[in-house]
T-cell receptor, first 111, second 114 residues
Framework: GENVEQHPSTLSVQEGDSAVIKCTYS??????FPWYKQELGKGPQLIID?????GEKKDQRIAVTLNKTAKHFSLHITETQPEDSAVYFC??????????FGKGTTLSVSS | DTGVSQNPRHKITKRGQNVTFRCDPI?????LYWYRQTLGQGPEFLTY????????KSRLLSDRFSAERPKGSFSTLEIQRTEQGDSAMYLC????????????FGSGTRLTVV
């Protein structure tokens, strides 16, 4: 079955810096790669996603890149703000089937 | 529609008791997913439905767990003879076929077994 590895497990940056979180997946059939932000006591919130027919997608300060050959995908957050502090999860799935999640990255943005 | 709704938000139960959680998905979503999340970990897949049909069950879903989606709308997850190891956040998500538009999660039900 699918396995998703996520690094780093914790990331501390200064406000205004960029943050990068990386994931790898094992199942070459996976074609949907979302990123979720989870704040304490809340459910995961979708922040951006990418499908296997696209190499990069950007939404304001957030971007995701996908390398299908290497089975890597990454989340890039630019100009970080304290409110970006949360746990971020990557996930992978095959067309609407179960999402398989990474173990998460705790991002801390200090002002 | 206000998103995916889960009830109750918190449940404390004694070991050996049965518990049932409810999930109301976004109305036009035909797929519904259950996940379990323990502290410091990512959500772990339990099972999912397409309309009323249960299409996949994880090996994590022991025979003490049962899920239903009787009319293809809301879903229930029941845990029988709860154990302390069942203490976790139980998350529900809904989505469309092929994952179009992504998966929307509810706020979860936090279960504590004492």
């Amino acid at each position: 079955g699918e396995n998703v590895e996520q690094h780093p497990s914790t990331l501390s940056v200064q406000e205004g810096d960029s943050a990068v979180i990386k994931c790898t997946y094992s199942d070459s059939a996976s074609n949907y790669f979302p990123w979720y932000k989870q704040e304490l006591g809340k459910g995961p919130q979708l922040i951006i996603d990418i499908r296997s027919n696209v190499g990069e997608k950007k939404d304001q300060r957030i971007a995701v890149t996908l390398n299908k050959t290497a089975k890597h995908f990454s989340l890039h957050i630019t100009e970080t703000q304290p409110e970006d502090s949360a746990v971020y999860f990557c996930a992978a799935s095959v067309g609407g089937t179960a999402l398989i999640f990474g173990k998460g990255t705790t991002l801390s943005v200090s002002s | 529609d206000t998103g995916v709704s889960q009830n109750p938000r918190h449940k404390i139960t004694k070991r050996g008791q049965n518990v049932t959680f409810r999930c109301d998905p976004i109305s036009e979503h035909n797929r519904l997913y259950w996940y379990r999340q323990t502290l410091g970990q990512g959500p772990e897949f339990l099972t999912y439905f397409q309309n009323e049909a249960q299409l996949e069950k994880s090996r994590l879903l022991s025979d003490r767990f049962s899920a239903e989606r009787p009319k293809g709308s809301f879903s229930t997850l029941e845990i029988q003879r709860t154990e302390q190891g069942d203490s976790a956040m139980y998350l529900c998500a809904s989505g469309l076929l092929q994952g179009v538009g992504g998966y929307t999660f509810g706020s979860g039900t936090r279960l504590t077994v004492v």
